[in-house]
């Protein structure tokens, strides 16, 4: 069984940074596409960004281009979020996932993932 376990979120202040980590386990990871996903408090679960097994191929969610940037360490089994910039609407639950294929297409669409993480908590407030 395949276990996804996010780190590193917490409370900033508007334009500060967090460094999310995704670590897995029990399954194949090295040949997936990996996202990240976010929901709001009574809101629906959103796309953020994807990024393919060798991390050169990316998407990113609009009102995040230019201050999220998502790598990838295969030999760690892990993918991470870095956030710059981050303001009160980036609050959320985040979760990693893991794709059902290593197909790049259809990454932004949630069905598209078997495993998903328990999420960890941004807070952006003054």
């Known amino acids: 069984q395949v276990q996804l376990v996010e780190s590193g979120g917490g409370l900033v202040q508007p334009g500060g940074s967090l460094r999310l980590s995704c670590a897995a386990s029990?399954?194949?990871?090295?040949?997936?596409?990996m996202g990240w996903f976010r929901q709001a408090p009574g809101k629906e679960r959103k796309f953020v960004v994807a990024i393919n097994r060798s991390g050169v191929m990316l998407s990113y969610e609009e009102s995040v281009k230019g201050r999220f940037a998502v790598d990838r360490d295969n030999a760690a089994n892990t993918v991470y979020l870095q956030m710059y910039s981050l303001k009160p609407d980036d609050t959320g639950l985040y979760y990693c996932?893991?794709?059902?294929?290593?197909?790049?297409?259809?990454?932004?669409?949630?069905?598209?993932?078997?495993?998903w993480g328990q999420g960890t908590q941004v807070t952006v407030s003054s």
């Open positions: 996932a893991r794709k059902k294929t290593d197909r790049f297409d259809g990454a932004r669409d949630a069905g598209q993932y078997d495993y």
């Open positions: 029990g399954g194949t990871f090295s040949d997936r596409v």
